[in-house]
Structure formats: structure tokens, C-alpha cells
């Protein structure tokens, strides 16, 4: 159960990280259609 809890950790934290890298993406898109 410990080990499945690790994993489900594991994956939230790998959601964020990817949440955060698409904002990234986004404010790079807008700053190039600014320009």
C-alpha cells in the first residue's frame, strides 16, 4: 500500500511539473505574438 501511495506521489508531482512547463509554453507563445 506504501508503494502504491509512492507511485500516486509520484505522479501528482510529475502533473505539476507538467502543468507548470505548459504555462511556461503558453507565456512564450503570447510574448511571440506580441513581438
Known sequence: ?????EIIQGLESGE???SESVDKI???VRARKAL
Open 1 to 5: 500500500m506504501d508503494q502504491l501511495n
Open 16 to 18: 505539476v511539473k507538467l
Open 26 to 28: 503558453r507565456i512564450r
